[in-house]
């Protein structure tokens, strides 16, 4: 893993973030497509850090649908870590492989163990740094969720993720986006096919282009 792309690691050398893992007794797990990271109502053990591939975060309602919360994708991005900290004893959620993934897992007690207070103070302010990023995520996505139409949240998803050249690249399938704003895919498709017939966006395979951000921004 870049150590440079990873929250916790970023501010130190590739030897000072491998002295952090080796104290720490972190290990490495490699899981296939549809293998568990943890399942939901197991106990949090470890903070998990992505070395390669991607995680979905998932909840499964009482009547079977899958809705997803999160899908981490990125080299060195966290994931548990919250769940850590708090007076919880089990996952309300759980962690699956949607490719071949490898992961870093340090354990919890690494953390709480008061014989490691040099490495705390550095690791206490990286933590903050990304709690506060995830405070961000979940507000934005709160943002999309609490508008009322399914071309609103549709609007802000993808105006959240807009580059510089006007496009969205949805690494998503269209199942997965739909789980993902609280709607079916047939919907999604409708909705999507109706506003590039209104030329508002352009559709080429997974990229969506914005033909115009700020009439897509009141829709």
């Known amino acids: 893993m870049d150590h440079s792309k ?19 007794g972190a290990t490495s797990l490699e899981l296939q497509k549809g293998e568990y990271v943890f399942h939901q109502g197991d106990g949090p053990e470890y903070l998990y850090i992505l070395e390669g591939g991607q995680v979905d975060i998932c909840q499964d309602t009482t009547s079977g649908k899958r809705n997803l919360i999160a899908r981490i994708e990125h080299e060195g991005e966290l994931f548990g870590e919250v769940y850590l900290f708090l007076d919880r004893q089990d996952y309300d959620f759980y962690a699956v492989a949607s490719e071949t993934s490898r992961i870093i897992r340090i354990p919890k007690n690494y953390f709480l163990d008061e014989k490691n207070r040099e490495s705390h103070s550095y690791l206490r302010t990286a933590m903050l740094k990304l709690l506060a990023h995830k405070a961000y995520y979940l507000n934005q996505k709160i943002r999309m969720m609490s508008v009322v139409t399914l071309r609103q949240k ?34 999604l498709s409708r909705e999507l096919g109706a506003m590039q017939d209104e030329g508002l966006i352009e559709i080429e395979g997974k990229e969506i282009r914005v033909r115009d951000k700020d009439v897509l921004d009141f829709v």
């Open 6 to 24: 990873c929250i916790l690691f970023k501010e130190l050398s590739e030897e000072e973030a491998k002295g952090y893992l080796i104290e720490s």
């Open 154 to 187: 549709i609007a802000r998803f993808l105006l959240d993720r807009l580059g510089e050249d006007e496009t969205v690249k949805v690494k998503m399938t269209r199942e997965e986006w739909a789980d993902f704003l609280g709607t079916t895919r047939p919907s």
